[in-house]
């Protein structure tokens, strides 16, 4: 029931294309949900996070959908570029608690 | 301003050692979490400290301890050093407690042989 879980698992997309990362939760006593990107050998830097009495957040490239109902939320890459090939990963946290609970990564390859 | 520094960088150690690792969170952030990342993995949650306070703890055995110094760093210990702790170890900086972004220092690598 804590587990956040994540698709696909690697991801190769062309320059230009849109990029789409899914993640899908169980306990409904989630209530924030950020992605990190990692890159090899860094710490995992917060890309853009939602609560869910927000259906849709945009900051710049990056689209966070959340379907509440569905216990779903997806992370969208418009424009891919090279520079996006990157491990993301969704999180969420329990209200109340401490401790973000990652989904086990997806691995982004974007061609030139 | 500087983020998350988290020191050291690489840490070679033999099992049944003990170790020490430290962060230092963003100024002005008062909370700090600790979490393993093992290789292909996503990072899992050790502790969280929150004014000088333990606020949450993972699942991890008590070889696993940590402390908040009034300075709001912090030092994550691991004593008996086995194989299976090999990974990187990551500091993350909350300006609060619960349900806040959290931003990650660039880990500890951490082999143990």
């Known amino acids: 029931q804590q587990q956040v879980k994540q698709s696909p698992q690697s991801l190769i997309v062309q320059k230009g294309g849109i990029s789409i990362i899914n993640c899908a939760y169980e306990?409904?006593?989630?209530?924030?949900f950020p992605w990190y990107q990692q890159f090899p050998g860094k710490g995992p830097a917060l890309l853009i996070a939602i609560r869910p009495d927000v259906s849709e957040k945009k900051e710049g490239r990056f689209t966070i959908s959340f379907n509440k109902s569905a216990k779903q939320f997806s992370l969208h890459i418009m424009d891919s570029q090279p520079g996006d090939s990157a491990t993301y990963f969704c999180?969420?946290?329990?209200?109340?608690?401490?401790?973000?609970?990652f989904g086990t990564g997806t691995r982004l390859k974007v061609l030139a | 301003d500087a983020g998350v520094t988290q020191s050291p960088t690489h840490l070679i150690k033999t099992r049944g050692q003990q170790v020490t690792l430290r962060c230092s969170p963003i100024?002005?952030?008062?909370?700090v979490s600790w979490y393993q990342q093992v290789l292909g993995q996503g990072p899992q949650f050790i502790f969280q400290?929150?004014?000088?306070?333990?606020?949450g703890r993972g699942n991890f055995p008590d070889r696993f301890s940590a402390r908040q110094f009034p300075n709001y760093s912090s030092e994550l210990n691991v004593n008996a050093l086995l194989l299976g702790d090999s990974a990187l170890y990551l500091c993350?900086?909350?300006?609060?407690?619960?349900?806040?972004?959290?931003?990650f220092g660039q880990g500890t690598r951490l082999t143990v042989v």
């Open positions: 993350a900086s909350s300006l609060r407690g619960a349900n806040t972004e959290a931003f």
């Open positions: 400290y929150y004014e000088k306070e333990e606020r």
């Open positions: 306990n409904t006593a989630f209530d924030y």
């Open positions: 100024s002005g952030h008062k909370s």
């Open positions: 999180a969420a946290t329990l209200s109340g608690t401490y401790k973000y609970i």
